[in-house]
């Protein structure tokens, strides 16, 4: 069962595998108990799924157990429980929680380098997540500097495509993610999360790039893809919607902009909350809109409001100098 589970996830079918993924769970704790590694192995896994399905408040309550007993049963620098701390800062950062991601992340990097040492691939992966959490935080710098290791040791070469875009060096970003979407459509299959990610990453290059109808185009599909195998509530399916709109914007398409806008924005409200970076981001995104459609007065009420989101976040983060700038 837990083969078959392990199946599904991989093809995306998450529904599928937490059906399965449950039924081993209360199984294991049943016949083996709450703390035998078979039983911990499955809430791990079952985590896993709720990550993939945006569940992040179900994957975190899992996630915090299993470090839990993972670190009273097989010791803090056991490599599965370094894992855990990895995944939990997993959870961090797509909750946008980039201040306990980053202090996760340094921590599991530290414990690897130390337990499995430096060119261990869970070592290098770990170099890349911190990139990742740099890169949302706007850090590019310390991202470039880490994607650039990262590639040395692994080749890793979608980090460095998201710095290249970061960077707006995006010839170069677009021959790689062109190169790794094909691979992926081979391998994985067009419905795979992994394959969908990067088909969004090329949509991204070409909007940068100002080819907004190829842009267009990508994200139509991607939109619809995530929908199906992700649903509409989705973070990563929700993010879709917000790309499509800022094709429609960077095209001068202000009606479908705003239609598309302000969807994004009650969705990011009701999933992510109202102080989440992203729903601070899509009332931004809104009130450009609004500029451009000369509703001067809406776009400022809603810029004010970011923007006294946008500095509730920085104090909340540490950030105390960049808040009272805002």
């Known amino acids: ?15 599928e595998d937490e059906e399965i993924k449950v039924e081993v769970l209360e199984l294991r704790k049943e016949v083996l108990g709450e703390k035998h590694p078979d039983t911990n192995w499955s809430m791990a896994s079952l985590a896993a799924t709720y990550h993939q399905q945006g569940r992040s408040k179900e ?7 299993v470090l839990e007993l993972r670190k009273e049963v097989l010791g803090e620098k056991h490599p599965d429980t370094i894992r855990s701390m990895a995944d939990l800062a997993a959870t961090y950062h797509q909750q946008g929680r980039s201040k306990e991601d980053e202090e996760i992340s340094v921590e599991v990097l530290e414990l690897r380098k130390e337990v499995l040492g430096e060119k261990h691939p869970d070592t290098i992966q770990s170099m890349a997540d911190l990139a990742a959490t740099y890169h949302q935080q706007g850090r590019s ?6 994607s650039v290791e990262v590639l040395e040791l692994r080749k890793e070469v979608l980090d460095l495509a998201a710095t290249y875009h970061q960077q707006g060096r995006s010839k170069e970003a677009e021959e790689i993610y062109v190169e790794v979407l094909e691979h992926q459509k081979e391998v ?14 090329l949509a991204a290059t070409y909007h ?15 939109l619809e893809l995530r929908k199906e195998v992700l649903g509409e509530k989705h973070p990563d399916t929700i993010h879709s919607m917000a790309d499509l709109a800022a094709t429609c914007h960077q095209q001068g398409r202000s009606k479908e902009d705003e239609e598309i806008s302000v969807e994004v924005l009650e969705l990011r409200k009701e999933v992510l909350g109202g102080k989440h ?25 809603i810029y004010v409001e970011s923007m006294a989101g946008l500095a ?3 104090h909340q983060q540490g950030r105390s ?6």
């Open 188 to 201: 994985l299959g067009e419905k795979h999360p992994d394959t969908i990610h990067s088909m969004a990453d």
């Open 208 to 222: 940068q790039q100002g080819r907004s109808k190829e842009a267009e185009e990508i994200y139509v599909e991607v």
């Open 312 to 314: 509730a976040t920085y």
């Open 1 to 15: 069962m837990a083969d078959l589970a392990a199946t599904y996830h991989k093809q995306g079918r998450s529904k």
């Open 321 to 326: 100098k960049e808040a009272e700038e805002i």
């Open 141 to 146: 710098k310390e991202d470039e500097e880490i």
């Open 59 to 65: 994957d975190e309550e899992i996630s915090v157990e």
């Open 277 to 301: 970076p992203n729903t601070i981001k899509s009332m931004a995104s809104l009130a450009a809109t609004y500029h451009q459609q000369g509703r001067s007065k809406e776009a400022e009420e």
